[in-house]
């Protein structure tokens, strides 16, 4: 399986060291080296499979010179839940040239991506999905709050693209690397690596911050991934659990707009 292979592919590096950042190391700011050397060594290991989320968009239109519109371009990138995934805007897809090409983007979905196959396609014959990896980053010595994950919503509809277009199997899964670290002078020194499968993960035990721009929220170490059942099982297991957190959400909502509308009826 490709998590038991990604985990082969970093687990060397504990006792690894990156440069340590200038400024602050909270939030994202210490994760940046690290995510450097995860994928050096996905590169490594998944041999002509292992991209930078830019550096595939670029390589895939480069070979697509007759594919001019967004969406003749989006098509490329495998089925409809897929292209939702790793697109970038209608505008942008629409600019891109070889003159002109992606550059990293803090938004991405993910820092890398790992395809079954070097055909570099997820099709439903291959029935294997595209891995896209997040590199979540936490100090050993500090208790944190869960980062955030990934938008819950931006989960949401890919599930829902792939159920509406009857896709045969779930062509994608979220696997996040899990790295824990000290800080040795000017060197961060990583002391622990965990791989997660957001696909795992049984979907009710998810938490979404909606407070927080509806971003999924857990620390890569510590949860749960004894889920077995299939991508679209998971799917609709997940928009379920989506649903009801969105439903609790609105009435919460409602419940505060009243406390207001309360006010101007009595003034």
């Not at 480069?62 to 989006?74: D, V």
């Not at 407070?211 to 999924?216: S, V």
């Not at 799917?235 to 101007?264: M, T």
Request: charged share 25%; with cysteine; net charge positive.
């Amino acid at each position: 399986m490709i998590i038991s292979e990604i985990e082969d592919a970093v687990k060397g590096l504990v006792g690894e060291s990156v440069p340590r950042s200038s400024g602050t190391l909270a939030g994202h700011a210490a994760g940046i080296p690290f995510e450097d050397l995860v994928h050096e060594q996905l590169v490594n290991c998944f041999d002509g499979r292992a991209f930078r989320h830019f550096e595939f968009l670029n390589l895939i239109l480069e070979e697509n010179p007759l594919a001019i519109t967004s969406s003749e371009r989006s098509e490329l990138f495998g089925p409809r839940s897929l292209q939702f995934l790793l697109q970038r805007g209608v505008k942008s897809m629409k600019q891109w040239s070889k003159n002109k090409q992606f550059e990293v983007k803090q938004n991405d979905t993910a820092e890398s991506i790992i395809f079954p196959t070097k055909t570099l396609k997820v099709t439903p014959t291959t029935r294997r999905p595209l891995v896209l990896v997040d590199v979540k980053t936490q100090s050993s010595k500090k208790k944190a709050q869960p980062p955030n994950i990934i938008s819950g919503e931006k989960v949401a509809n890919a599930c829902r693209i792939c159920l509406e277009g009857k896709e045969s199997f779930l062509p994608f899964d979220i696997v996040y690397v899990g790295i824990k670290w000290t800080a040795n002078g000017r060197r961060l020194v990583c002391d622990e690596v965990s791989v997660k499968s957001l696909i795992r993960i049984p979907p009710g035990e998810l938490y979404i911050n909606w407070a927080a721009a509806r971003q999924i929220q857990f620390h890569p170490f510590d949860v749960d991934q004894s889920y077995t059942k299939s991508g679209i099982h998971w799917a609709n297991e997940y928009i379920e659990v989506f649903c009801d957190q969105l439903e609790q959400r609105i009435s919460n909502e409602k419940k505060k707009l009243n406390k207001f509308r309360k006010i101007l009826k009595s003034s």
